[in-house]
């Protein structure tokens, strides 16, 4: 078994907050998350794939495809936008990076040429990230 | 000379527009930084003092009461907000790198207990850095 | 499952020694490890904690109370100490990396809010580190 | 179980070329990698060892001296050579980031002298990597 | 005066050997950058540009477009090339570090729409790197 | 102009104290720095040369023997001892990141044999960082 993993990174806003909760406890769940004009980060994400080598090419996938792959499906809709108001597949979705990581899969787990979808990791900061393995 | 750095980091958003210019006029000078929602990033900033050892102490500055001075003046106002909407000192400028690191030079340079203040560095990507020396 | 890590720093002493050994099976097992006034790192934390999206706030675990967690249990103790006299849970204990992951497991296990610990990996240096499971 | 990694870096060059494919088949399967006079990179390796730690040493396994073995039986060998010219164990392999860590893998599982063979890691880029559980 | 950089990176391999000295002369004066196959390395660039920030768009340089100019100017014509053989602005120039930065200077300086080139930054492996400041 | 740096790691330990000082003192003044047993760090050294490229080279230093003097004349001295006890260029000094920049700087500015010595940089951690240029 070998894992192929492609790094990308993108910058998006977001603000922790649920309609249906009161501003205190919004403010008790989310704490500085909350801020009411959001905040943001530089993402990194790791996609990684697993599966075995083709002789043929000696490659598990070809990286420069899965960076497309990664690019149009992920990349191109997050980078430079707001988690909460302007990324389709993250309407009604409460923006954390947990759920961030679980709709990154979404998006990418049907697209993989070769081999399958293994994990999606994102670095929200340089001291917290969350892996997602399906 | 002696030059002692503190790095801080933090996590904001901002959008690059001016009112006073149509919507093409801004988005060809901006580009996706102009996008409506904003987006924001995790800025790594270094604070650079200059001067001169002191003997009594082995220290420049103590860095630790630099992190602090840091903290309180700069950090804290910056920190999971948005720089166009909820941080008094950058409303009316455009928030684009080397504006904020100007305007942090400003809350910084009459409170530096030794030394002065030499650079302020913000890294606002992996690729993208800004350095002002007043 | 989803895997959520929270990274930290601390900077310790420590010297590679075992009293009931001589001085130069001591010397021959750890080097210059074994030095007779120590030495010291800056050593890199990194907690895993596996689980489930908790759906009514879309964490796995609120990671700033795992910072909390772990400073407390664990940083407040080792930082600016050494591994050797003054942490209490290293007492007679070799402080190799090893052991101190195992020992850094023992303070974190069965303190975790939500979902299970899964991990502690400590760098050591840049190219030296360890990761214990359990 | 614990798991101790040590990290290695080695610069090397190579060029992605089957000769029994034609011109327009390299470049399409590998596309700038296939550039005629090959190009090269700073690889990082990073080999894991598994087991369990020796009461006796409080190691898994001495670091020095896994070290030792990695740069004997790998980094010597690939450090500032030609993946496709002058390194026997890759003689007749595309080198691919794939291969090389399958061969590294056979080169290094044998003379684990503590633990077993984990994994083999390797860096190609920043953004790309590679990871071989055997 | 403010400093704007843009890092970007390439991957190329490379020779130091002059053919009008003996086999050991360039051995003795290169080293395993001598070695006959040559080797790699994944270079870091960094170009600095100084100049006054415009107040009409609050930028020194927009880095989009000195990113622009970097690739089509330095990039393009080294990633994954190699530099004794075929990138023209190398053709008979021993490719040092040193000599690397001076000759992407000169590839650059006369091509920056504001401000003016400070500098040129080259990180060669992760412990070696060159500054040229023209 | 042109500046070489070489980047060299070293694990030390230190304690932050005078003897002429009382406990409270040497506390108020150092903080945890002071704590009775010291603690350590794992060091990052940046040496860097100044100077004009030689055009029978191509090299401003050769970076390979800019190694060889850091590690015979500072690394070999400093890596995995203790800065208050088993370091002879020390001895009688504050064990400040400041003052170790200046002690490291007297080491080797004799003994560069092209160019001139520039700059010592030492990062104490990965937010705390001293340079001096003589």
Redesign the interface.
């Known amino acids: 078994?070998?894992?192929?993993?492609?790094?990308?990174?993108f910058?998006?806003?977001?603000r922790?907050h649920q309609d249906n909760l009161t501003e205190e406890e919004n403010s008790n769940?989310y704490?500085?998350?909350n801020?009411?004009?959001?905040?943001?980060?530089?993402y990194i994400l790791e996609v990684v794939v697993a599966g075995e080598?083709d002789p043929a090419?000696?490659?598990?996938i070809d990286?420069?495809k899965l960076?497309s792959i990664i690019r149009e499906n992920v990349i191109d809709k997050l980078?430079?936008?707001?988690l909460?108001?302007?990324v389709e597949f993250m309407q009604g979705?409460?923006?954390?990076t947990?759920?961030l990581?679980?709709e990154i899969w979404k998006q990418l787990v049907d697209k993989i040429p070769h081999g399958k979808l293994y994990s999606v990791k994102i670095f929200e900061?340089?001291?917290?990230?969350?892996?997602?393995?399906g």
Request: hydrophobic share 30%; proline share 2%.
């Open positions: 078994m070998i894992y192929a993993t492609r790094r990308e990174t910058s998006a806003s977001h922790l769940l704490g500085k998350c801020n009411k004009f959001g905040h943001g980060h530089n080598i090419t000696g490659y598990l990286l420069k960076k980078d430079h936008h707001h909460n108001f302007d979705i409460i923006p954390t947990e759920n990581a679980v900061t340089e001291n917290n990230y969350i892996e997602y393995k």
